[in-house]
């Protein structure tokens, strides 16, 4: 049996970010990895956790599917605590891959979670048309290349990314929810199926 992490990373915050939507996207994910045959945890980083806990966790899972709504250009702060905590611990690297005795083995290969595939899942109030648009607000930057500091987080333990789903406009355009959530459970399909 396949088995998946899903870290919710919401941070409440009172009026804009209640975090209805994130728990939205993490109903539709659970209830789709139960009905595939997936054995699921979960971690609602907010709520509390504990950090051995965590890592038998990562250890555990095959899979972990992050949702986090995107603040300021990256993960809540309490999301970027969470992994400071839970990695700092060194289970899940050995070192930062580099070898004094072996000049091939280079910065960022100590991971030790390799074999293990991760996917992020983002909301954003951001529209898609400012991602790889040399005159938007990234610079021309991809929206996985706009989330380099995430993506290098988990590849640094090890793990692979998966496709990225991301939902945008959330506040100024016409969210279509029931939409975004069949999109979302097609990437899903194409990254777990």
């Known amino acids: 049996m396949k088995k998946v992490l899903i870290l919710n990373g919401h941070q409440y915050y009172d009026v804009v970010a209640k975090g209805e939507l994130t728990q939205h996207y993490i109903d539709t994910a659970n209830d789709f990895f139960l009905k595939n045959g997936f054995e699921v945890?979960?971690?609602?980083?907010?709520?509390?956790?504990?950090?051995?806990?965590?890592?038998?966790?990562?250890?555990?899972?095959?899979?972990?599917?992050?949702?986090?709504p995107v603040y300021w250009m990256g993960v809540p702060w309490i999301a970027k605590k969470y992994f400071d905590e839970t990695f700092t611990q060194g289970r899940h690297y050995e070192s930062d891959g580099r070898s004094r005795s072996d000049a091939s083995k280079t910065y960022g290969t100590g991971?030790?979670?390799?074999?293990?595939?991760y996917m992020l899942s983002l909301t954003y109030n951001c529209p898609t048309s400012e991602f790889s648009n040399e005159n938007g607000f990234f610079d021309g930057l991809s929206l996985d290349e706009a989330h380099i500091a995430t993506h290098k987080?988990?590849?640094?333990?090890?793990?692979?990314?998966?496709?990225t789903y991301s939902v945008h406009d959330i506040f100024k355009g016409d969210l279509d929810l029931a939409k975004e959530l069949k999109k979302f459970e097609s990437v899903l399909k194409e990254n777990f199926l």
């Open 41 to 68: 945890k979960h971690t609602h980083i907010e709520k509390g956790y504990d950090v051995e806990e965590e890592c038998q966790k990562f250890e555990w899972a095959d899979y972990v599917l992050f949702q986090y």
């Open 111 to 117: 991971g030790l979670l390799k074999g293990k595939k």
């Open 153 to 163: 987080t988990f590849q640094f333990c090890g793990l692979e990314p998966l496709k």
